[in-house]
């Protein structure tokens, strides 16, 4: 601070610490990696009451005095505008990234239901092979019955049929063996 020659008031003065910071080696480094997306409050607010609202804080009036000022200015500009910005999107961003974990999650549970219905599909499939397998078997058991029924029947009938021929063989027998003894030969 600096008292203003003949007013006693007192004014800031930056020469000396501009100066400085304009002769670091690593300033322009320092600006180009300026953590932009989180600012201080105090600090853009400090930076909006001294300089946004200055008349004097323009970069074409700056120009006259110092180029690289004009750019710092400009600089000061753009990283005010980006902060308004910044603090309208963090916000958004924030709740993205939220949605966006949500939707892994629910990804991820959507890939494990997939995964288990490719598993019962595959079972039903096998299930439903087997079922057709033993839907043939049944279907050719069910026909090899109901061709031993027709045999069992028509060798019914065949007993039935010799049935009477038995009598009748008996009887031959009998009369074959009484006559036997007179038989020539």
Avoid: H
Wanted: with cysteine.
């Amino acid at each position: 601070m600096v008292t203003e020659s003949g007013t006693g008031k007192k004014i800031e003065d930056y020469w000396g610490p501009s100066k400085r910071v304009l002769g670091d080696m690593k300033f322009l480094e320092g600006l180009l990696n300026f953590d932009k997306d989180y600012i201080p409050l105090p600090n853009i607010t400090k930076i909006r009451q001294k300089f946004i609202g200055n008349p004097d804080f323009d970069p074409d009036k700056i120009k006259t005095a110092s180029t690289a000022c004009e750019g710092l200015c400009k600089w000061v500009l753009a990283i005010e505008k980006y902060d308004i910005v910044a603090r309208v999107v963090s916000p958004k961003r924030d709740a993205l990234k939220k949605a966006e974990a949500e939707y892994n999650i629910a990804m991820t549970a959507l890939e494990k239901k997939r995964a288990q219905l490719a598993e019962v599909q595959a079972r039903l499939t096998k299930l439903q092979d087997t079922l057709s397998t033993t839907k043939e078997k049944k279907q050719k058991l069910e026909n090899d019955v109901l061709l031993c029924s027709k045999k069992l029947e028509r060798a019914e009938q065949i007993i039935g049929g010799l049935g009477g021929e038995k009598g009748r063989w008996k009887q031959m027998a009998v009369d074959m063996g009484k006559a036997y003894p007179f038989l020539t030969g």
